[in-house]
C-alpha cells in the first residue's frame, strides 16, 4: 500500500538553528513529489517538486532534496516566520496525491 | 493575480442536510483538485476535474460529488451529511498535474 510517513510530528527550534524535516515513502510508481507548508486557518502554500532521486531545489532558508525511498527539507538559520505546518505528498502512478501527515515546526525567537 | 476562492468560509449544517462548496480556479488553471483535511486523517484527496472531466477519485462514498463548468468553476456536495463529514475542505488548481496545486483557504464544515 502506497504510503508518506513524516518525521518529526513536531520540532521545536532556537531562531538560527539548522535542522532537517524527513518524509519517507512507499509507492509504486513515483511521479513526483511535493512540498508545501501550511499556516493555521489557511490552506497548503506550495514550495517545491521534486521528480527524480539526486534532485535538490532551493528556495531562501529551504532546500530540498530527494532520493529514492525519501526527502529531506532542510532549513538553514531558521526566522520565526517559518514557523508552520510542513507537508509532503507524493504523486502516485495513478496521479494521485498521498499526503503524509505533517510536521509542526515551531522557531523561537 | 487573484488565487482560488472558496465559499463560503465558513458553514455549519444539521446531520441529514446536504450542502454545495463552491471554488474558483485561478484563471488559466484547468485542473481543479477537492480534498477533505481532518486532524486524525490529515489531508485525504476527493476528486479532481479537469476541463469538465472527473479524471480522478479517492475513496470516498458516494455522497460526495463533484463538477467542474466550462470556465473551470467548480463545486462539490456532500448529500446526507454525517456528524464525521466536519472537516476543512480544501479546492486546488493547477496549469496541470505536474505543476505545484495553489490551495484556496478552504470552507470550514461543521455538522451537528
Known amino acids: 500500500e502506497d504510503q508518506v510517513t513524516q518525521s518529526p510530528e513536531a520540532l521545536r527550534l532556537q531562531e538560527g538553528e539548522s535542522s532537517s524535516l524527513n518524509c519517507s515513502y512507499t509507492v509504486s510508481g513515483l511521479r513526483g513529489l511535493f512540498w508545501y507548508r501550511q499556516d493555521p486557518g489557511k490552506g497548503p502554500e506550495f514550495l517545491f517538486t521534486l521528480y527524480s532521486a539526486g534532485e535538490e531545489k532551493e528556495k531562501e532558508r529551504l532546500k530540498a532534496t530527494l532520493t529514492k525511498k525519501e526527502s529531506f527539507l532542510h532549513i538553514t538559520a531558521p526566522k520565526p516566520e517559518d514557523s508552520a505546518t510542513y507537508l509532503c505528498?507524493?504523486?502516485?502512478?495513478?496521479?494521485?496525491?498521498?499526503w503524509g501527515a505533517g510536521t509542526k515546526l515551531i522557531i523561537k525567537p | 493575480k487573484a488565487g482560488v476562492t472558496q465559499t463560503p468560509r465558513y458553514l455549519i449544517k444539521t446531520r441529514g442536510q446536504q450542502v454545495t462548496l463552491s471554488c474558483s480556479p485561478i484563471s488559466g488553471h484547468r485542473s481543479v483538485s477537492w480534498y477533505q483535511q481532518t486532524p486524525g486523517q490529515g489531508l485525504q484527496f476527493l476528486f479532481e476535474y479537469f476541463s469538465e472531466t472527473q479524471r480522478n477519485k479517492g475513496n470516498f462514498p458516494g455522497r460526495f460529488s463533484g463538477r467542474q463548468f466550462s470556465n473551470s468553476r467548480s463545486e462539490m456536495n456532500v448529500s446526507t451529511l454525517e456528524l464525521g463529514d466536519s472537516a476543512l475542505y480544501l479546492c486546488a488548481s493547477s496549469y496541470d498535474r505536474y505543476y505545484g496545486y495553489t490551495f484556496g483557504s478552504g470552507t470550514r464544515l461543521t455538522v451537528v
Open positions: 505528498a507524493v504523486m502516485d502512478s495513478n496521479y494521485q496525491l498521498i
